[in-house]
């Protein structure tokens, strides 16, 4: 699960493409492919910098807080599928083996 | 962005739902590289053999690579006739790789020397796929010809010799070799290969054997019944949602993606609604007209045709019509049924009387290039059609579904 103080960024390896319904993320290296299936996501998703938590990275994007929970399902989901990374200390993401 | 669609796409609602409308992109685009090939199998989905004299250069071919990559076209299945045997092959492959387009290949494995299995294993972002139509060269050859099993054998021998990892067994599921699928998977794991199973289709020379070859009604209850129970590790390219009807969803999209989120590109730079369906009916442009690729995914008449709304037709009362969406537009086309009723494998039967009408039509072929001796009937037979080796479709993994998002491997 992933905290709301945590600081994320989208992985190096992950590209994403937007589709009229939100956006195809691509992970290069474990060839993941994942659909966004909301715009709202994907904005989240893309504001990610590295340097904000998660709050204010939500708070910014406008997703009223009663939702913040389903966004951060979201997140935790792609987190675990190495698209997402914490840069939070003792939070780093456990990077799942590339599958070449 | 999606202007040029006919229709409003809905907000919300499923990803399927979304994927009928078509995407920006193809998810799963298949590239026959050459009709050409060294083996002349009888199920053939290109008619292939004889290389095609328009065939497209090597600078054509790097800007398709150069617009896939401005797409974000992630990966395109290569294909053929045998696509090993174009002199730039290896050089599109590096091309390709270096471009992010990921290369997944088909090949009989005539070429895969060990020399060239060390270079694919030192290559990352590349996948490969071997052909193979029979778990023994018994029920292999007969179908593929003479030697092709231990042509085929000898590729995953020097593959997995290199370190080659997780090369892919391709096999097209027919009447003779159903009762192989265990045999198939334990041969899989012995190379430590996936195996991957795609339906057999009455495309190309396949239209000359389909009856003959096409698994019984009982055969394909034993396919659905070994999918549910080892679907898992198994590939299928999406290829068996019309046994989605006998209740349990398929793996993969469950959705026909012709011209939506799949399409082909053929050597001469055709560009056909999905690999099976290389006609003139289903060609919605020429990459090398107008604005190239791009222009013809988002804006043919007929990819457009293929996202607004389809209605089930002869299907629509059917209970089952919701899973499996009336099936494969190239199966129905190929034997001559209507596009908007049943499959012609319609587990619930309700193709058999159309299959069994004498008026039924098989539309003609709109190009061929099998070598003379390869067609099993040249006789006056209103039959002769073109397409592919073992197209994968999207050959992928289920796709699950959650509140947000969907997630498949690729």
Request: proline residues 6%.
């Amino acid at each position: 699960m992933v905290e709301l103080t945590e600081i994320l960024q989208l992985s190096p390896s992950v590209a994403l493409r937007p589709e009229p319904f939100g956006a195809l993320a691509y992970h290069f290296g474990n060839r993941r492919l994942t659909f966004l299936k909301r715009p709202e996501l994907v904005q989240v998703v893309s504001s990610l910098n590295g340097t904000d938590p998660l709050k204010d990275v939500l708070q910014k994007c406008q997703i009223p807080e009663p939702k913040w929970d389903v966004f951060t399902k979201a997140i935790a989901s792609l987190m675990k599928a190495d698209m997402i990374h914490s840069l939070s200390p003792g939070k780093t993401s456990q990077k799942e083996p590339h599958n070449d | 962005m999606t202007e040029t669609l006919t229709t409003v796409r809905p907000t919300g609602g499923t990803l399927i739902e979304q994927f009928e409308f078509g995407l920006d992109a193809p998810i799963c685009l298949t590239w026959e590289l050459t009709y050409a090939c060294n083996l002349s199998c009888n199920h053939c989905l290109s008619s292939s053999g004889r290389r095609d004299p328009n065939e497209l250069t090597t600078k054509q071919c790097e800007d398709i690579i150069d617009e896939l990559q401005r797409m974000q076209v992630f990966y395109v299945n290569i294909g053929g006739g045998e696509p090993t045997i174009r002199p730039d092959f290896w050089h599109l492959l590096d091309y390709a790789i270096a471009h992010e387009v990921g290369i997944k290949f088909s090949t009989n494995g005539s070429r895969i020397t060990p020399e060239k299995a060390r270079l694919l294993a030192a290559t990352d972002y590349v996948d490969v796929q071997v052909s193979l139509d029979g778990a023994t060269a018994q029920v292999n050859d007969p179908l593929r010809g003479e030697g092709s099993f231990d042509m085929a054998l000898k590729a995953l021998t020097n593959l997995a010799e290199a370190g080659f990892k997780d090369a892919k067994i391709s096999v097209v599921v027919t009447r003779d070799n159903v009762h192989q699928l265990d045999a198939f998977k334990t041969l899989a794991d012995q190379f430590g290969a996936t195996l991957r199973l795609t339906r057999l289709r009455p495309s190309g020379r396949g239209a000359d054997i389909w009856d003959q070859l096409h698994p019984t009604a009982e055969q394909q209850r034993e396919l659905y019944d070994w999918l549910l129970l080892n679907g898992e590790g198994v590939l299928t390219g999406d290829s068996f949602f019309h046994l989605a009807a006998y209740g349990e969803a398929m793996p993969g999209l469950n959705l026909c993606g012709a011209g939506r989120v799949v399409c082909l590109i053929d050597p001469i730079g055709d560009v056909y609604a999905c690999p099976f369906a290389i006609h003139d009916r289903f060609k919605a442009g020429n990459v090398l007209d107008g604005n190239g690729f791009q222009e013809v995914w988002q804006e043919s008449e007929l990819f457009l045709e293929l996202r607004s709304p389809q209605t089930g037709g002869a299907c629509s009362s059917c209970s089952a019509y919701d899973s499996c969406r009336g099936g494969c537009m190239a199966a129905k086309f190929f034997t001559g049924l209507p596009l908007d009723g049943p499959d012609p494998e319609c587990v619930k039967g309700h193709s058999e009387d159309a299959l069994l009408d004498p008026n039924r039509v098989i539309p003609l072929a709109s190009q061929d290039h099998s070598r003379a001796s390869a067609r099993k009937n040249s006789g006056p037979i209103p039959i002769t059609i073109s397409r592919q080796v073992p197209a994968r479709f999207c050959d992928e993994d289920p796709l699950t579904e959650s509140a947000a998002l969907n997630s498949v491997t690729t």
